[in-house]
């Protein structure tokens, strides 16, 4: 008898394991429609490129039962797209690339009541990287020329960039405050818009992303003088840094996923396995090689410690330029 009811005990006690199990895997989420992928930025920018390379690596390697589906919103420098994400209807469907406005934005419009802290952390791939570009006719092949002729021009010299008091708008007013430059900033929805510009000498100068700029640069149209980064780009290795030059400044742009904010924590471990998937890839770590991307993948409390860094020291570049009281 009490052989037959330990028998009994252990029939039980498996078949109570192996229903956990069973409602666990059941519980597993996967996407079960296609995913809401939305980009921070107009067609043929950086992060606008990286999202659809992701996007084609993940449909090439069938890391997802669902395909993700890019949208852009570039309006408002980012604050578009933090509404759309802020505001989805699905959250475990929607996913968002950032640039730096997933920073600079809500400080700047307060009243979006967008607390980035509520986003899901799936993952950093890398740190984009800036360059200060001229068209090749204008003569101008050092820093220290760009700075004179700059300075000669006043107002009349005309940089773009992606969006108003947005990274390439910070570059920009570092160089007016610390050179003695009045250059004018003039904003577009995609660093792809301001590069073309740049090339078809519209605009005087930019702070282009590599992979933005990259096409005009090997056609011979745009020559980069300067990189914001604390050591020479091994793509552009005749090319110095500012701080070589003395300038005490270097500036890197955040090109990470987020989930919406309410995202499940089941959903957001999906999406973070997703995208290390993708990050080790050959195609994605070929694409950071060639343009010049940094950083290590990051995820989880880790990414969120890094989103506190980088708003902490946003909070004081917008302050000093008078972007933000």
């Known amino acids: 008898m009490f052989i037959t009811k ?60 669902r395909p993700l589906v890019p949208t852009n919103k570039p309006g408002g420098s980012g604050a578009e797209a933090l509404i ?66 700059a300075k000669e021009q006043g107002k009349k010299w005309v ?26 900033y003039i904003p577009y929805k995609g660093g792809g818009a301001v590069a073309k510009q740049v090339a078809g000498k519209q605009l005087n100068s930019s702070v282009n992303n590599p992979s933005e700029a990259l096409g005009f640069y090997e056609s011979g ?17 005749d090319v110095p840094t500012l701080k070589e030059k003395g300038g005490d400044f270097s500036y890197f742009m955040q090109r990470a996923v987020v989930g919406a904010p309410g995202m499940s924590d089941d959903a957001a471990a999906f999406y973070t396995d997703l995208f290390k998937k993708v990050y080790a890839s050959a195609d994605w770590q070929e694409y950071k090689t060639k343009k010049s991307l ?6 989880g409390d880790e990414l969120k410690s890094y989103w506190t860094t980088q708003r902490d020291r946003h909070t004081k570049i917008l302050k000093a330029s008078g972007a933000i009281k």
Request: proline content about 6%; hydrophobic content about 45%.
């Open 84 to 149: 759309a994400a802020k505001d989805a209807s699905d959250p475990d469907h929607t996913i968002m690339v950032t640039l730096n406005s997933f920073f600079t934005t809500p400080l700047r419009q307060p009243g979006l009541d967008v607390d980035i802290m509520k986003f899901a952390p799936v993952g950093r791939m890398a740190e984009d990287t800036f360059l200060l570009w001229v068209h090749k006719d204008s003569g101008i092949k050092t820093f220290e020329e760009y700075l004179k002729v």
């Open 221 to 237: 149209d745009m020559i980069p003088l300067v990189a914001f980064t604390d050591e020479r780009l091994p793509m552009f290795p």
């Open 294 to 299: 940094m950083g290590d993948f990051m995820a």
């Open 6 to 65: 330990r028998l009994f005990l252990s029939v039980v006690g498996a078949a109570a394991l192996a229903t956990t199990t069973l409602v666990s895997i059941a519980q597993a989420f996967e996407p079960n429609k296609p995913v809401n992928f939305i980009i921070m930025a107009g067609k043929g920018g950086g992060a606008d490129k990286m999202a659809r390379l992701m996007q084609a690596i993940i449909e090439k390697e069938k890391l997802s039962p």
């Open 159 to 184: 940089m773009g960039g992606t969006g108003k008091n947005s990274e390439d708008n910070i570059i920009t007013d570092y160089l007016n405050g610390n050179y003695g430059l009045s250059m004018k």
